[in-house]
């Protein structure tokens, strides 16, 4: 009966988790968030729900981000997480346990891997296979990973942006920047209270980005109206915040995420740089999403970058394209437990 139990891919991010499943596509997009109840040590919320209590808890209420820059931070929290993921999807009386992809960094350790895998397995899971982020970026970008040629992917997401070359399936090289979305964001609140003397959350810092961020400076007079805890009386206080001045907060992020990439191309071997020259660099993940980040990278490599099609996605539609054809990629891609 096994030709008969239910596959899922799970992108399993910092930042948020998405659930594909074979012939359906992507079920689900949540935030990676779990609000539990300190006093009956209880899961009360995961994901949206979850998120929204961000910020806004009592004492009793403690909201957790179970992965931290890509691996597992708490181990319950994430087995609960993806309980949960695996429940939505497949319902409480689902006909057996499910076959599970999940993505992992590609500089993950063993004990981060089997902790994933673990977690996974006591989350309701039959077998388990893992695959490296950046090759179902890849996969899921439309790249044919398989050729033997040159494909550069840089997958920036919540918590690491990994810059790998991929050639015959498998890659050659790769460099993972502990720098991601979050750290953008984090970049943004550090920037406001130091300048203004304001202090705002995390998820404000996300809409500034989203609303008005760019990696390169701009002939442009947009500006974010940011409501903030005025850190000198205490008291609530809005500011205006120029489209350059996120810019300038995001400089140190940014040129983490060049080095990473100039890495990668100085330990390519020239067959296959020569390829990525002609056929350029993709760009996916949330990260991709910053407005001018292909620009500021073209500027400052020197190498043609294009943003792969829906960049928020490509990771967890590679899982579904390599759940579709298991046998295409049982020997080069993943492993499993």
């Known amino acids: 009966m096994e030709f008969l139990r239910q596959r899922i891919g799970i992108d399993l991010g910092t930042a948020n988790t998405l659930v594909f499943v074979p012939g359906k596509g ?4 949540e935030p990676s968030v779990v609000a539990v109840s300190t006093a009956q040590n209880e899961v009360l919320a995961v994901g949206d729900e979850a998120k929204a209590m ?13 992965l931290k820059d890509g691996v597992i931070a708490d181990f319950r929290i994430t087995e609960a997480m993806l309980k949960y993921f695996i429940t939505k999807v497949c ?10 992809m999940i993505s992992i960094p590609a500089g993950i350790t063993s004990t981060e891997r089997r902790a994933v895998i673990d977690a996974a397995v006591k989350a309701g899971a039959k077998e388990v296979y893992i695959v490296k982020e950046p090759v179902l970026a890849a996969v899921g970008a439309g790249i044919p990973i398989h050729d033997a040629h040159g494909n550069m992917i840089i997958d920036i997401g919540g918590g690491t942006s990994e810059v790998a070359v991929i050639s015959l399936g498998s890659i050659v090289v790769c460099h993972s920047a ?46 974010y109206e940011v409501h903030g805890r005025d850190l000198m009386g205490g008291m609530p206080r809005t500011v205006s915040v120029h489209a350059n ?8 992020e940014l040129r983490e995420i060049i080095h990473a990439i100039k890495k990668v191309l100085r330990e390519t071997p020239p067959e296959l740089a ?43 539609r590679g899982t579904g394209e390599i759940l579709d054809n298991l046998d295409q990629y049982k020997r080069t891609v993943f492993s499993k437990k």
């Open 91 to 100: 319902g409480r009386l689902r006909f057996g346990r499910p076959d599970v």
């Open 26 to 29: 992507v079920v689900t997009s």
């Open 245 to 252: 001045e996120v810019t300038e907060a995001l400089q140190d």
């Open 178 to 223: 502990r720098v991601g979305g979050d750290k953008f964001d984090s970049a943004i609140a550090d920037y406001i209270k130091r300048k203004y003397s304001l202090a705002i959350g995390d998820r404000t810092a996300e809409e500034m980005k989203k609303a008005i961020g760019s990696a390169l400076i701009q002939q442009t007079k947009e500006v």
């Open 274 to 316: 020569s390829d990525i020259m002609d056929k350029g660099m993709i760009l996916s993940g949330g990260g991709a999403l910053l407005r001018n980040l292909d620009q500021l990278i073209i500027q400052t490599i020197g190498v043609p970058c294009y943003p792969a099609d829906d960049p928020l996605r490509c990771v967890v």
């Open 54 to 66: 961000i910020g806004r808890t009592p004492e009793d209420i403690t909201v957790f981000r179970p």
